[in-house]
């Protein structure tokens, strides 16, 4: 049995219905992607016990958890909105939660500290909320929630309010926390890149359903679907069709896996690649790190990425037969 085990939970609300199994093991890093409406927060809010699920059971460390209120749970939360006591200081935000009766004063101050450090922000105890930055009051946000030793720690978004190179600064500081303090953790985001950077294993989410679960080089480099493969960034589908003849799957693969040529390439002596001559360029970005080409072929668009702009307006391409996937 699984850490966490989330079994045929089922919600429904009149334009939506959530219905899902998924499981979590110890000292997992998950996250949770999908488009907005596809029910990431309602999974959370069911986990937590806001919302009551209609059906189905959640098992944390073999304990049936389903009907156990919010406090019973062992379930941390953290909000996008930091939602810390504004008449407290730090030190007060971050004991609230603490359970503090096994513990001696000594040790609090210490627990205190500890998680301060653990969020780079050593020596804040006496800070007034209202005196942090957005992302200071976000770190606050998650040292409390540690504070009260969850089993599993879910964040809701939490770093959606900041601004970019916060953002990825934050987002490795959340990593660092896991890796050092080994707990569980189900992250909820909208940016994959996020999702990407963070976790061990991606859960990707449609409609209320799972629709893909791996790791996050299996999902970019073999998506299981179309919608995972475009929700998951940029790419090209083409029909089977024009490479393999009567075969009618799609192929799709990413821009990386394209490699361009300004000259004619006879696919003969390239065995292992696709090959496409005589495209002609319908578009270059420049994205800062790479160009993104994009082609027309027989009527279809192809990505390809490159490091150096092509000097040609008809070029040829080559794709890694391993890097394609069949949907
Ligand atoms: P996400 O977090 O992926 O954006 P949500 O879980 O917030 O998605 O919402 C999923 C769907 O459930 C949405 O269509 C939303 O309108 C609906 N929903 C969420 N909460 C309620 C509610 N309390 N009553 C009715 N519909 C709800």
């Known amino acids: 049995m699984s850490f966490l085990e989330v079994r045929d939970l089922k919600k429904k609300y009149p334009d939506f219905t959530l219905d899902l199994s998924f499981s979590i093991e110890e000292g997992e890093f998950l996250c949770l992607i999908g488009p907005s409406g596809s029910g990431k927060s309602t999974v959370l809010n069911i986990l937590t016990g806001i919302e009551n699920a209609d059906e189905g059971k959640i098992i944390l460390d073999g304990v049936d958890i389903t009907d156990k209120p919010i ?6 939360l953290v909000f996008q909105d930091y939602a810390l ?6 030190e007060k935000n971050i004991q609230y939660g603490m359970n503090k009766k096994k513990k ?12 301060l450090s653990y969020v780079g922000l050593d020596g804040y105890e006496k800070r007034r909320v209202s005196s942090l930055s957005g992302g200071e009051a976000q770190r606050v946000a998650l040292a409390r929630s540690l504070a009260s030793e969850p089993k599993v720690l879910l964040l809701d ?91 009618e799957r799609s192929i799709f693969f ?21 090959v496409i001559n005589n495209t002609e360029i319908v578009s270059i970005e420049y994205t800062g790190s790479h160009y993104l080409i994009c082609t027309s072929f027989k009527g279809h668009l192809i990505l390809a990425s490159t490091l150096v702009r092509p000097r040609k307006k008809i070029i040829s391409l080559m794709i890694n037969k391993e890097s394609v996937t069949r949907l």
Not at 85 to 90: A, I, L, T
Not at 108 to 115: D, H
């Open 71 to 76: 406090q019973a749970r062992d379930i941390g």
């Open 85 to 90: 006591f504004s008449n407290m200081n730090v």
């Open 104 to 115: 001696s004063g000594k040790e609090i101050k210490e627990m205190t500290a500890l998680l």
């Open 157 to 247: 978004e939490p770093l959606s309010a900041l601004d970019g190179p916060l953002r990825k600064r934050l987002r490795s500081v959340i990593r660092n926390i896991h890796d050092k303090t080994g707990i569980t953790i189900i992250y909820v985001t909208h940016d994959r890149e996020e999702a990407f950077a963070i976790s061990d294993r991606i859960i990707v989410m449609k409609d209320g359903s799972v629709v893909a679960c791996s790791d996050a080089e299996t999902l970019y480099t073999h998506p299981q679907s179309e919608f995972v493969a475009s929700f998951t960034g940029d790419g090209t589908l083409l029909p089977s069709s024009l490479f393999f003849e009567g075969d």
């Open 254 to 274: 990413r821009p990386e896996s394209v490699l361009i040529s300004e000259e004619s390439i006879k696919s003969e002596l390239k065995p292992s690649y696709l």
